[in-house]
């Protein structure tokens, strides 16, 4: 008895010593931290949350989807009646353009590192433990690659945290580029090729794409030119120089078709330039846009409409005693949408094509009446009662040729010397890129009346999913890294390719430089490019803006205007105060 007594007493002693194992919860009906990353579909879940965070962060935060194009050497800011910039109060340590984008990116970063140290521990298939670490390593190789270009050198976390860390040191710049390069390399080995995977999914030429640029950012031109034309000899890529799609029937050109809605997708809009597209759809659960929202709603949509085209309903003309406002607003139309003109283009995006009656300002498509107008048809011509005739059926910004005594005036609305409300171009009449709006295509739910192309009053958004890459910005990198490498005749080449496209002249070599190549992605991109991260790429933000910009100019703004420091963000201060035992340092100037 005593001796079935201590073997008793033993077992549980030494079963009592494992007493972590002994209280362990393991879940048998619920989804718990511990049991989350085991299934494909767990892991589909988990990289869902990625493309999220990435569409959260660049198409629809209403206060920050536009933070790249309104610093930037293409518009000026006019939305609150007269155009005086302050750059000391948009980027600064406490602004909240630096600290949004910093913890966006870490967000996606930490996400990132979860989905990669979770499936390595999975009962998944090798194969498809590479799969899923290759995605979750696309996503940080991008989110490094954002820090780097915005930030310079930024921490480096590579694991999965799992308690609290408040001893972050900054690696160098190059070690974060190099980082990145790794993963990207990567995902390139163990992505899906791009006629394989869905429509909005990352692929193998999605990664080769981020990495010819990190390549580029990083100095090494030669791989740069290498990983590039793999993307440009594959045969299921192409540029798109023939009219396609659900509205090809339709005037336009095949520019424009490249914008409508449906167009976008490789499987949904045969569209073979895509490479990796953000995908909106609008009133579905998820689908990042609605038409029912206003713009301070979360993920309401892309506000690039409200941004970028015109509110004519508050363009004024005064004649013969009377105030006359000759544009109904909004319209589904070419007028604008229900846009309200807050970025305005500069006179060197107005003019990228060339001087106005230049053979490219009217021969290059993407200056058409179709992508850039610059003449709207008057939607309210009763206002002009018995004086109609006089004022005719359009509105030429180029040529406003107004009867004699008739003026445009915007009353209560201080001017500048730079875009006063009362001259054109300006908020409520500007030339802009119709990428931005939908003409007479919008959802039926978005139209107040469909016949008049009448729209509610919640619109504002683009209701079509967004590029992140194409094939036309891979010609215009490869020519970054040829120029780089000082072969301009090879860069020269890679630029006709978009050019001519676009039925433009073709450039000669002995023109092309860096200031060329912006210049041309300003015409092929200009308001869908996150056109700050390029410059910031370049070390061309201070550059650029003080070359072309005068809204940023120190006569015109209420600060010192553009200086060299916005070359980059600041380190934002909330996160230099909460990593209390260690010293990340701020960037010169702030």
Request: charge should be negative.
């Amino acid at each position: 008895m005593k001796k079935l007594l201590y073997v008793l007493v033993t077992a549980f002693l030494f079963s009592a010593c494992d007493e972590d194992s002994f209280l362990e919860e393991k879940p048998l009906d619920f989804m718990s931290a511990s049991n989350s990353y085991e299934t494909t579909t767990d892991m589909d879940m988990a990289v869902t949350e990625l493309y999220y965070l990435v569409r959260q962060e660049f198409y629809t935060n209403y206060d920050h989807c536009l933070d790249f194009l309104g610093v930037s050497d293409l518009v000026a800011n006019g939305s609150d009646g007269h155009v005086v910039s302050n750059l000391s109060n948009t980027i600064n340590p406490t602004s909240s353009m630096a600290s949004y984008h910093w913890t966006q990116l870490y967000k996606l970063i930490g996400q990132c590192n979860v989905c990669i140290s979770r499936v390595g521990k999975s009962s998944l298939s090798d194969e498809n433990k590479a799969k899923y670490e290759a995605k979750g390593r696309f996503f940080r190789a991008y989110a490094y690659r954002t820090l780097a270009y915005l930030y310079g050198g930024v921490p480096l976390q590579l694991e999965e945290v799992t308690k609290p860390k408040t001893n972050y040191t900054r690696a160098s710049k190059e070690e974060v580029l190099k980082v990145a390069i790794e993963d990207a390399v990567f995902a390139a080995e163990h992505l899906d090729d791009i006629q394989n995977v869905k429509d909005g999914e990352v692929s193998n030429a999605a990664a080769n794409f981020l990495l010819g640029e990190l390549y580029l950012a990083n100095g090494d031109n030669e791989k740069a030119v290498a990983t590039l034309s793999k993307l440009i000899e594959n045969p299921n890529l192409s540029l798109m120089t023939e009219r396609f799609g659900s509205r090809a029937g339709e005037d336009g050109d095949v520019y424009w078709d490249l914008f409508r809605r449906g167009n976008q997708n490789r499987n949904e809009g045969g569209n073979k330039e895509s490479i990796w597209v953000i995908q909106l759809k609008e009133d579905v659960k998820g689908g990042g846009s609605s038409t029912s929202s206003y713009f301070w709603s979360a993920d309401g949509g892309y506000w690039l409409e409200r941004y970028c085209a015109p509110q004519v309903g508050q363009f004024t003309i005064d004649y013969n005693g009377r105030s006359i406002k000759p544009f109904l607003w909004p319209i589904g139309d070419y007028t604008g949408g229900r846009g309200i003109g807050t970025f305005i283009p500069i006179e060197h995006f107005n003019y990228a094509w060339g001087d106005y009656g230049s053979a490219d300002y009217a021969n290059d498509i993407r200056n058409s009446e179709y992508n850039f107008p610059r003449k709207f048809k008057y939607t309210n011509k009763a206002a002009f009662g018995d004086d109609a005739e006089l004022f005719g059926d359009y509105f030429d910004v180029e040529n406003p040729n107004l009867p004699e005594g008739a003026v445009i005036s915007q009353a209560g609305l201080p001017g500048s010397n730079l875009f006063s409300q009362t001259d054109v171009p300006n908020r409520y009449i500007m030339g802009y890129q119709t990428k931005c709006v939908n003409p007479y295509n919008y959802p039926d739910a978005a139209y107040a009346d469909k016949n008049s192309y009448m729209l509610t009053g919640t619109g504002g958004k683009v209701y079509t999913d967004q590029y992140m890459m194409r094939l036309a910005e891979v010609y215009l990198l490869r020519a970054e890294a040829y120029l780089k490498k000082g072969d301009a005749a090879k860069a020269a080449d890679d630029i006709n390719v978009v050019r001519r496209r676009s039925n433009a002249s073709d450039v000669e070599s002995s023109k092309v430089d860096m200031d060329y190549i912006l210049d041309e992605r300003m015409r092929e991109f200009g308001i869908e490019e996150k056109r700050f991260l390029t410059l910031a790429r370049l070390g061309l933000v201070y550059d650029r803006i003080k070359k072309y910009n005068p809204f940023y100019w120190a006569e015109n703004s209420d600060d010192a205007g553009i200086l060299e420091k916005y070359n980059m963000l600041p380190i934002p201060q909330s996160v230099k105060e909460a990593n209390k035992d260690a010293e990340l340092g701020q960037n010169p100037g702030y």
